[in-house]
């Protein structure tokens, strides 16, 4: 199992990244074009990916069909960061992170043990990442943070949040 310690560093070193995306790119562009991003910036970085991995969602143990991961971090150790388990990346581009986003993750997170590959079957994790869409009135006391991140596992049929960024704490 990855350790909370090692998730945390996954989470902020997506969110350096991902926030680099934005401040260099702006708002307004889909979630396709940020995740263009995020793939040049994981192979700057040295971290292993997977982009748009087929996964199996079942009923009963049945297939329903199959839907397409965001991202896969297969088990890595790199100069930032050490994953254990593998991790899944499931990304927006709205202006705030929904219960809908959220709904996908956990279906993910319960289908994926059932899937035939054993890099999938492993994965217990996942983290929503969103580049907030929105457009800003300018006023000073209207700042919002420009990339949400929210680490979620996957224990007893139940997502738990792990880590959020910003800490809405």
Same mark, same amino acid.
Request: charge should be positive; hydrophobic fraction near 40%.
């Given at each position: ?8 560093? *996954? ?27 995020l ?26 069909? *199959?839907?397409?991961?965001d ?30 986003a ?10 994926l ?8 079957s ?24 420009? *990339?949400? *991140? ?20």
């Amino acid at each position: 199992m990855n350790s909370k310690k090692d998730l945390v560093k *996954v989470t902020e070193e997506i969110n350096k990244l991902a926030l680099a995306a934005f401040q260099s790119l702006g708002s307004g562009f889909k979630e396709e074009t940020f995740q263009k991003a995020l793939s040049i910036s994981f192979r700057k970085e040295g971290i292993m990916y997977l982009k748009e991995t087929n996964l199996e969602i079942f009923y009963l143990k049945e297939s329903l069909g *199959v839907f397409r991961l965001d991202f896969l971090l297969p088990k890595q150790k790199n100069k930032k960061f050490t994953l254990k388990k593998p991790i899944i990346i499931e990304t927006k581009a709205v202006s705030k992170i929904s219960d809908d986003a959220r709904l996908q993750l956990r279906n993910y997170l319960t289908s994926l043990p059932l899937n035939q590959s054993e890099v999938l079957s492993e994965v217990t994790e996942g983290i929503i990442l969103n580049w907030r869409n929105n457009i800003y009135i300018d006023k000073e006391d209207a700042i919002q943070p420009e *990339v949400e *991140v929210e680490l979620w596992r996957m224990k007893k049929n139940k997502i738990h949040l792990i880590h959020q960024i910003p800490d809405s704490q």
